[in-house]
């Protein structure tokens, strides 16, 4: 202080950068506060599927010949809690560094594209999601397959985490372009919260959800769709009335 006052620092010049660095502090800390949320919520998400997991196969070594009617609870626990694991461990791939993403544009036909991944959501969790054809009787894209489902999938598991009702894909062509569109009646997100839920980390209010109990994530699921998203080449885009629902849209040139 006294060496930039040396310097011939004005008063308010000093204030002023004195305040700037006071800003630049705090962004810090929030960003830290952030990433802690994250560690910790991450860990915690990672032991529980692990513990459900680990007790479910010890229980049937121990008690499967007297207890048969454990075998399919057992096996409906440890598939529905691999299911959880993987979707996170690929969410902690995907924040690695991007540099390695290779893309492999191919023809998709995207009404398979869309029942594959309906046909998945119910057999691991047991949600039917709608189809809707709009117009077509196919809509075919040159896209990144692999990628694209991963956008698919992170819309489709946040409209079954934030919602209890019908889930819809709706697809068809607009102007130009192709688009996938995931419908859901929930919980809906406040207008003023909507660009930022594209924030690495961010999550709106946790205590906020249809049961009234926090709902497990890692804010990481819409940063991710949306930098795989511009990595391909297509738009993901959001629209939310609070308390209505979402539609997430994917737009494919
Ligand atoms: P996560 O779901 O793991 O918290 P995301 O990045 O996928 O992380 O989403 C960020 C936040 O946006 C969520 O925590 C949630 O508050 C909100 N959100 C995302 N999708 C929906 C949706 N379909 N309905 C309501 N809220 C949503």
Redesign the pocket.
Known sequence: FMRLKQEGKSRDELVEMGETFNDMIGLLAESFMRQEQFVSNASHELKTPLTIIESYASLLKRRLRDRPELLEESIEAIHSEAVRMKGLTEQLLLAMPRSEWKIEREPLDLLPFAEQAVAFFRSAYGREIHVVLQGEDSVTVMTDQDKLKQVLF??L???R???NDRIEIELGRADKDSYLRVK?L????PAE?LSK??ERF????KS?SRDQEP?G???????L?KELADAIGVKLV?E?IQGK??T?TIRIP
């Open positions: 992170i819309l598991d946040n409209a985490k934030y919602s859901d929930g919980i809906g997100i919260e839920v594209f961010y999550r709106v209010d906020r709902i994530g890692t804010g990481l699921g819409l940063s769709g959001l939310s629902g979402t997430a």
